[in-house]
Antibody
Framework: EVQLVESGGGLVQPGGSLRLSCAASGFTFRGDWMHWVRQAPGKGLVWVSRVNVDGGIKAYADSVKGRFTISRDNAKNTLYLQMNSLRVEDTAVYYC????????????????WGRGAMVAVST | QSVLTQPPSVSGAPGQRVTISCTGSRSNIGAGYDVHWYQQLPGTAPKLLMYTTSNRPSGVPDRFSGSKSGTSASLAITGLQAEDEADYYCQSYDNSLSGWVFGGGTELTVL
């Protein structure tokens, strides 16, 4: 079964750090670009970060640039998101998602999603 | 404010047809980047519902269809069913932001 399972969420104070993990199974993880997407309580989806197959190419939303770091360990089939200098506005459910590239249109969608990990930043 | 604009809510009676719009700009949909749609049932993760404007992943009923024109796209649902109650999100790529963008989401209520 194709599956993504996030872990590492929790409650942290403003300015603190947290590392999320996303364990992949049922597909060839090392061959896929991966993303993090977040959703604040009662709000919509917001793209956070993306990493290529070997971890050498990374992209970030402006809101997290310089504070968050995406990485992956293909030997462990695991995606990570290191979150530093956390702010109250980072409070959200964080989803990892697999990128599916469609050559017919040159566009990317997110075809597999994990169940999400809740991150709460509060005093 | 989301880069892609969707109506906050739509509703329809069982069996009816509803459409959800997704309006972008020249840096995303208007630049030729395709639109994808996601369905998020209450308390669950998003699920890919429609890819590259009008293609359905395996298992998605043909009651769902998509279209795109200019800087906008639409998702249509015919023969509404109670199980369609969910939040729906459009998504594309934006070349001025160099990132992936979503609409703010549309809550569908089946009356």
């Amino acid at each position: 079964e194709v599956q993504l399972v996030e872990s590492g969420g929790g409650l942290v104070q403003p300015g603190g750090s947290l590392r999320l993990s996303c364990a992949a199974s049922g597909f060839t993880f090392r061959g896929d670009w991966m993303h993090w997407v977040r959703q604040a309580p009662g709000k919509g989806l917001v793209w956070v970060s993306r990493v290529n197959v070997d971890g050498g190419i990374k992209a970030y939303a402006d809101s997290v640039k310089g504070r968050f770091t995406i990485s992956r360990d293909n030997a462990k089939n695991t995606l990570y998101l290191q979150m530093n200098s956390l702010r109250v506005e980072d409070t959200a459910v964080y989803y990892c998602a697999r990128e599916r590239y469609y050559y017919s249109s040159g566009s990317d969608a997110f075809d597999i999603w994990g169940r999400g990990a809740m991150v709460a930043v509060s005093t | 404010q989301s880069v892609l604009t969707q109506p906050p809510s739509v509703s329809g009676a069982p069996g009816q047809r509803v459409t959800i719009s997704c309006t972008g700009s020249r840096s995303n949909i208007g630049a030729g980047y395709d639109v994808h749609w996601y369905q998020q049932l209450p308390g669950t993760a998003p699920k890919l519902l429609m890819y590259t404007t009008s293609n359905r992943p395996s298992g998605v009923p043909d009651r769902f269809s998509g279209s795109k024109s200019g800087t906008s796209a639409s998702l249509a649902i015919t023969g509404l069913q109670a199980e369609d109650e969910a939040d729906y999100y459009c998504q594309s790529y934006d070349n001025s932001l160099s990132g992936w963008v979503f609409g703010g989401g549309t809550e569908l209520t089946v009356l």
